[in-house]
């Protein structure tokens, strides 16, 4: 008998974004940063949304895109697709945070924004974004998979830490971090 | 800390070239709410009669309702105000889209404009940064060409754009400001943006808008946004199918459009054509509206597609937002009866930036001046021989105030009175000097009697709601119709709706007694108001039957937004509050009793005394005077005490004034 490598069930979680749905009204980006305000529901800002809807309505581009990994250099190359006749560059479709653009970023800080799935606890039945698409250009589905152990993800810390490495160099962030600890002692 | 609100605006003198961001007073918020009231309290404060509507010395604000940009659904209308130079009265106009929420992230409720620039100049605002910029590469410009040359001009796609065409910036008296799919259409404010050689506002923001009390606040909008989606898939029974459903009428959904075509009059306001909704004409309009509309579009945080992206390759024309009712006011007074014209015409009139009612109905006017040999062949030299085409070309004309263009320009009224030899007897659908919607109905309707004759914003379309238009048939229409029907401010009027009926005694004109009619009115106007202040999309309260928000769930909501706690009586108050206000900035720009009249062949059957009841009647339950003022006990009581002192040194207003007129 052979002896199986470990693996477990894991959940994947998908948005269905139907681009001919979206009517461009951006609720999905209110939802989501009123959602991940701190305290919940205490403000919102489009601009610290996880999902931003790009769209050009005299091109007829809509695209609901969610944030995704941090990415500390921008692409080399980028693209162009045609679609249906429709133009749409490939940063429209792209889900990093990244020094190309102005997306998925805290705007005062600066520090990478990443879509969690509202997983939050108590755990919400579908993400907020989804829950304020009554136009269902967003839908929700899970589904179970089995795969393989994987090492744990980076947790937020890490993610955060390593763009601000990446930003103003290991150097001075050590600098800074040991001077802010120095000065809060007592 | 403010909640909902910023708390600051910014004070713009185009003249000196100077900005600041002022603090505003948090009493004023809780005694206007935001918005129009509190821009009806600035227009109060810094805009007296002698000051000309095109003036330097006018004032020009741009603001945020109270709930604008918060999680709300539909929060998000721009409310636009100034002295029209149209009626020479308050314009009261509004637009939706993004701009006002955008405005908020920003940090600021309100834009106050005052002073001209030296040249022609667009205002940047990017959360601190704050610049007033060269346009004169934007001269001549259509409006939404303007926006999107900002946008790549500054490679910046999310600013959000309001901006003038050509006939803004050629003082047009119905020039609008466009944004999006949205505009500020009535009242000429294009005109007053225009004057101040301002050609545009670009606004991006990126900060957070805070609320009092958030997980009770974020409730109540789910509350709203189910009742939404509940009442989106339940359309109201009864009633013509563009009036079943939320949101502006669905006019770039619906294809049917009957109830428009054979109810409204079509030319100079002036032929019904009962007979036009054929198989043939419904079948070439269908097939001509899914060719032209591309996909439903809305304004910021709303599910409802009252817009559209209109394209039209095969007839060169490029792609634009259209909305609502645009689409059959140049059909209609033009008399064309191909809906591709309306598409084609629509286009080019909001790139010149004017506004969708009065332009063809001025257009319209025209022709008939020429049809009576008033206007004559020199007057229109040049003018193509093709029926369609003449429209263009007048269009152009008065885009331009060219020629016949530089008189039609300043509308009917103003027009009919420049030109003489008897064009005053063609201007017959202006009221306050303000070209209405084109319809002309047999027997008198009390309650749209009352709302056409002292509605502040002179036209009906954004006063009325709430109440069915006609009667149900029976008794168990009736009551099916109240079963569900929360919105009612009491159950008395329940009563009063179960009691209408088609015929006999308790029917048009004598049902609504007048004193019903008062209270059926002022439910109306008070929503209004209400959505006025708070930046609430009329289509998602005020304006359909049925709507998502009414009386009941908005005071909740604006206290758990803003902190400030309102029941419905407070809440109420303050719409009352700012009713009487915009009518004391009428009044002291001149506004009496004689002015509030709805178009003489508005209704065939007409009832001279049972008007004159009503009118006074109406007086008399807003606590004004004979002469449509508010009484100096009434301003007092809504805490308006120094706006009495003022209608007084002005004499508007008698010392000793007789109370409301007695019955």
Redesign the interface.
């Known amino acids: 008998m052979k002896a199986e490598t470990p693996k477990k069930k894991k959940v994947v979680k998908t948005i269905r974004i139907d681009v001919d749905k979206c ?5 999905c980006e ?2 989501c940063s ?1 959602f991940h ?1 701190r ?10 949304s996880r999902v931003r809807v790009l769209f ?5 581009l ?1 695209v609901p895109v969610y944030a995704g990994d941090y990415a500390p250099a921008e692409c080399c190359g980028r693209d162009r697709y045609t679609i249906e006749g429709k133009q749409y560059d490939e940063c429209g479709f792209c889900r990093a945070s990244c020094p190309s653009r102005d997306l998925f970023k805290e ?1 005062d800080s600066k520090l990478p924004l990443k879509c969690d799935m509202c997983q939050d606890d108590p755990q919400l039945q579908e993400p907020m974004c989804v829950q ?4 269902d250009a967003l839908t929700y589905e899970e589904r179970e998979e089995e795969v393989e152990e994987e090492p744990a993800p980076a947790q937020e810390l890490e993610v955060g830490l390593e763009a601000l490495a990446d930003r103003f160099g290991m150097d001075q962030l050590l600098e800074a971090v040991t001077r802010m600890s120095a000065a809060k002692k007592p | 800390m403010r909640y909902a609100e910023t708390g600051f605006q910014l004070e713009v003198d185009l003249s000196r070239g100077n900005i600041e961001r002022v603090e505003t007073d948090p009493r004023l918020t809780e005694l206007h709410l935001g918005g129009l009231g509190t821009n009806a309290r600035i227009l109060w404060e810094r805009m007296p009669p002698e000051n000309d509507p095109l003036s330097p010395e006018s004032v020009l604000i741009f603001s945020a309702g109270l709930l604008g940009g918060t999680p709300a659904t539909g929060a998000n209308r721009t409310i636009v105000s100034a002295v029209s130079p149209q009626t020479r009265l308050m314009a009261y106009s509004m637009m939706g889209g993004f701009f006002a929420p955008e405005l908020k992230y920003a940090g600021y409720d309100k834009i106050v404009f005052r002073g001209r620039a030296p040249e022609l100049v667009y205002l940047l605002i990017h959360n601190d940064r704050i610049e007033i910029r060269d346009a004169r590469h934007l001269a001549g410009k259509g409006a939404i060409e303007t926006a999107e040359s900002i946008k790549s001009e500054l490679k910046d796609p999310n600013l959000q754009v309001a901006a003038i065409g050509l006939a803004g910036e050629n003082r047009v008296y119905f020039a609008s400001i466009e944004h999006a799919r949205s505009s500020a259409s009535r009242g000429g404010l294009g005109a007053v943006m225009g004057s101040k050689n301002l050609k545009a506002i670009a606004v991006r923001g990126t900060r957070d808008l805070p609320v009092a009390r958030p997980a009770e606040f974020m409730e109540l909008c789910r509350e709203v946004l189910r009742y939404i989606q509940w009442r989106r898939d339940n359309p109201v029974k009864g009633v013509p199918a563009i009036l079943a459903g939320i949101g502006s009428p669905q006019e770039m959904a619906i294809h049917d459009e009957e109830w428009h075509t054979t109810n409204f009059a079509w030319g100079n306001a002036r032929h019904r054509r009962k007979d036009f909704w054929t198989r043939e004409n419904e079948e070439r309009w269908r097939r001509s509206q899914e060719q032209a509309i591309e996909r439903l579009i809305s304004c910021y945080n709303c599910p409802l597609k009252c817009g559209a992206i209109v394209r039209f390759p095969a007839l060169g024309i490029s792609k634009y937002m259209m909305k609502c009712y645009s689409k059959l006011t140049y059909v209609m007074g033009a008399m064309v009866d191909d809906l591709d014209f309306g598409f084609r015409i629509a286009g080019r009139a909001q790139e010149y930036g004017v506004d969708a009612y009065t332009t063809p109905q001025v257009m319209a006017f025209a022709m008939e001046l020429l049809e009576a040999g008033i206007l004559t062949p020199a007057d229109v030299e040049g003018m193509p021989e093709n029926h369609e085409e003449k429209f263009f070309w007048l269009l152009d004309r008065i885009a331009r105030r060219e020629g016949i263009g530089e008189v039609l320009a300043d509308g009917v009224y103003w027009a009919a009175r420049r030109i003489g030899r008897g064009a005053e007897a063609f201007d017959h659908n202006t009221i306050k000097k303000h070209e209405q919607i084109p319809i002309k109905l047999g027997m008198l309707n009390p309650i749209y009697f009352i709302m056409y004759a002292t509605g502040e914003k002179i036209n009906i379309t954004q006063i009325e709601g709430q109440m069915p238009q006609m009667p149900f048939e029976t008794r168990e229409e009736r009551e099916e119709f109240v079963r569900d029907w929360i919105q009612v401010p009491h159950e008395r009027f329940k009563e009063y709706f179960l009691n209408w009926e088609p015929r006999g005694e308790r029917a048009f004109p004598h049902y609504p007694p007048p004193e019903v009619t008062c209270e059926l009115v002022e439910w109306q106007e008070m929503m209004h108001y209400l959505d006025d202040a708070l930046g609430i999309c009329a289509g998602l309260s005020s304006f359909p039957i049925k709507p998502p928000y009414h009386i009941h769930n908005l005071p909740p909501l604006v206290s758990a937004a803003t902190g400030i706690d309102y029941d419905e009586e407070t809440l109420w108050r303050a719409a009352n509050r700012n009713r009487t206000l915009v009518r004391a900035v009428n009044n002291r720009l001149g506004l009496r009793r004689r002015d509030e009249k709805p178009p003489e062949d508005h209704w065939k059957k007409r009832f001279p005394e049972l008007e004159a009841r009503l009118l006074e009647t109406y007086y008399r339950y807003k606590g004004w005077n004979a002469e449509g003022v508010p009484t100096r006990e009434t301003l007092e009581r809504l805490e308006l005490g120094d706006v009495a002192e003022e209608l007084i040194r002005r004499k508007v207003l008698r010392e000793e004034a007789p109370a409301a007129v007695e019955a």
């Open positions: 009517n461009g009204c951006r609720a209110m939802a009123t305000a305290p919940r529901y205490a403000s919102n800002n489009p601009a610290r050009d309505p005299l091109r007829d809509y705007p304020w698409c009554i136009t």
